[in-house]
């Protein structure tokens, strides 16, 4: 009987040190998206490509562009960038706890292990973001008269001359779908590898 015990808890030990691999894959993942480009943007007449690009953080622009445009059309406020660094931190913080926390938590009727609504809640949020990331930049393209995707003919405000605009979403943004997807997914199968023990 005790070998047996034994048995069950070296088979649980090992389930739970796989998930905490798994864990750190998944944030791996979604640190690798997270600094990959989501978009880009090419104006004709500009030596180059990637004359705007968008991070999670916000976009960033050749001094063609920020000397030529609006920076309200393609910038967010002062608050996002640190927001958004925030945000990065408290996930890989929660990513890590959660690989080490056997709490429980009662949402209603429902009890579920904290560890797994944390991983759960970092991959859905994160998802959202690149959700929300691509609607701002629907807004703010359709206040530029221009496509968030795809090929745009687009009047500058100050020269009044025409210009040719060619944007796409990058690797990096469906990284960041896949890899909120991949951290949800390991939420919902965490009671495969970890398992509470019977008393």
């Known amino acids: 009987m005790a070998q047996t015990a034994a048995t069950v808890a070296d088979r649980g030990t090992t389930g739970a040190w796989i998930f905490r691999v798994l864990i750190i894959a998944g944030a791996a993942f979604m640190l690798y998206s997270w600094f990959a480009p989501w978009w880009s943007a090419k104006v004709s007449g500009i030596p180059g490509d990637n004359h705007l690009v968008l991070h999670p953080w916000g976009v960033d622009a050749v001094a063609q562009v920020r000397a030529n445009a609006d920076e309200s059309l393609y910038s967010m406020p002062w608050f996002f960038t640190p927001f958004m660094w925030a945000y990065l931190a408290v996930c890989m913080l929660g990513l890590a706890a959660s690989m080490f926390i056997d709490r429980r938590i009662s949402l209603g009727r ?81 009671f495969v590898f970890v398992r509470t023990p019977k008393v």
Do not use: C, D, H, Q
């Open 110 to 190: 429902i009890n579920l292990p904290l560890a797994a609504v944390i991983i759960g809640f970092v991959g859905f949020s994160y998802m959202a973001a690149a959700g929300i990331a691509y609607g701002i930049g629907e807004l703010k393209a359709s206040w530029a008269g221009s496509n968030f995707v795809g090929k745009s003919t687009i009047k500058n405000a100050m020269t009044g001359t025409k210009i040719k605009m060619e944007s796409e979403l990058l690797i990096g943004y469906w990284f960041a779908v896949a890899s909120g997807g991949v951290l949800f997914l390991l939420a919902l199968i965490r």
